[in-house]
């Protein structure tokens, strides 16, 4: 296919999808746990135009100066993966509806793939978003949240949970979500942390376990449950177990699975404290509780690794950095810090070079800022 290029000018619609970040409650999500994520200032941005082709569609991803091309009648897995994520949503909007039409697309991002700020939920929402509005889908925001999930579910194969996609369409500028991923209640909650800064420093290190590993540690926390409900036949997940009904299986279960299941229960509680003390503005007690999050990630659920682990422990050489744990998936991608506004500068290069000297990797350090999520760019 030729390489598409029109202006915005020319275009039908632009619409910015951003990444995401998440204070806390990692793996919670598919344990019908809480978490609290927001989107942030760094967006992929799609530019939408109709073809006048029944059934033709084009999309150009300018950061890989690589582009693709299906047909609407015949749309099925592809051998590179990033073209799953966009021909997985086609599918699932293909589930619910039969109006789309040809359309060209072209994607341009400034979010850091592998980063574990979510590029793959930005990419899959924002091009449900601006399907539903160019072909006038009259989906609501949660059907595109789904349509993101099951994208990556069916076409990718990640068994990921809902945090990612819910951060992406759902966020307000200024606020974390706090949302019940087994209600989908939802709360803004305002993210007020002066003098703080919420700063990520990603390893750019991305290890290929990812997918697979995360899929494990779904089934495990299944397989838990499932043992469970044998005693306890109204639990329906990991969200309904407390750490007293875990210890009765302390010999039951494996010592793998143990731990797996207690770091879930314990994140759990840790959310709800996290929120309060966020309210309260104990940001002290926030961060306190991210470092015990990146214990539990890195011993119990262990999905860290030795980049992300020697950044959370070099963190707390520094007085101004309250807070700091692995974010997203794990395996690679960002840390999350909480650094006192005056010492971000002080920080950062100080990280950079003790990462510098430990790796021979340089890592990237940028402030995220709580932004709103998914729209039309005005
Ligand atoms: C990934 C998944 F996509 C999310 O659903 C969530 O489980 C996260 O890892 C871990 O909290 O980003």
Redesign the pocket.
């Known amino acids: 296919m030729k390489d598409l290029n029109f202006t915005n000018k020319e275009s039908d619609l632009i619409i910015n999808s951003p990444g995401r970040i998440?204070i806390i409650?990692?793996?919670?999500?598919?344990n019908n746990g809480f978490?609290l994520p927001t989107a942030i200032d760094k967006k992929i941005e799609f530019k939408f135009k109709k073809n006048n082709t029944p059934s033709t569609c084009n999309v150009f991803s300018a950061n890989f100066n690589t582009s693709f091309s299906f047909d609407l009648n015949n749309v099925k897995p592809s051998k590179k993966q990033w073209e799953n994520y966009i021909l997985g949503v086609i599918y699932e909007i293909q589930q619910l509806s039969n109006k789309l039409e040809g359309f060209d697309c072209i994607l341009n991002s400034d979010i850091p793939v592998g980063s574990?700020i979510?590029s793959?939920?930005a990419l899959e929402c924002g091009l449900a978003f601006g399907l539903n509005e160019l072909f006038k889908l009259n989906f609501t925001k949660i059907t595109l949240v789904e349509i993101g999930q099951r994208a990556?579910h069916n076409y990718v194969g990640?068994k990921?949970?809902?945090?990612?996609q819910f951060a992406s369409v759902m966020s307000k500028a200024g606020h974390v979500i706090l949302l019940d991923c087994q209600s989908l209640d939802y709360e803004y909650v305002p993210i007020q942390i002066k003098p703080y800064k919420i700063v990520l420093l990603n390893t750019n290190v991305s290890h290929n376990l990812a997918d697979g590993e995360?899929n494990k540690r779904r089934k495990t926390c299944e397989q838990g449950v499932a043992i469970i409900q044998n005693k306890y036949p109204t639990v329906k997940s990991l969200r309904d177990v407390s750490s007293e009904m875990l210890a009765e299986y302390k010999n039951e279960f494996s010592e793998e699975m143990f731990n797996r299941c207690s770091y879930v229960i314990d994140e759990k509680i840790r959310v709800l404290n996290t929120v309060e003390a966020l309210k309260n503005n104990e940001l002290k007690v926030m961060g306190k509780n991210m470092y015990d999050t990146h214990s539990g990630l890195q011993n119990l659920y262990e999905v860290s690794c030795p980049e992300l682990d020697f950044l959370v422990d070099f963190s707390k050489n520094f007085d101004e950095v309250i807070g700091a744990r692995m974010m997203?998936?794990?395996f690679g991608g960002c840390t999350i810090n909480i650094v006192h506004e005056n010492a971000v500068e002080k920080f950062t290069e100080a990280a950079s070079e003790a990462y510098f000297n430990k790796f021979n990797i340089k890592l990237t350090a940028f402030e995220a800022n709580p932004s709103e999520g998914t729209s039309i760019k005005k």
């Not at 409650?25 to 598919?30: K, L």
């Open positions: 998440n409650g990692e793996h919670t999500d598919y978490v574990g979510s793959s939920a990556e990640t990921c949970g809902i945090m990612d995360y997203g998936g794990g």
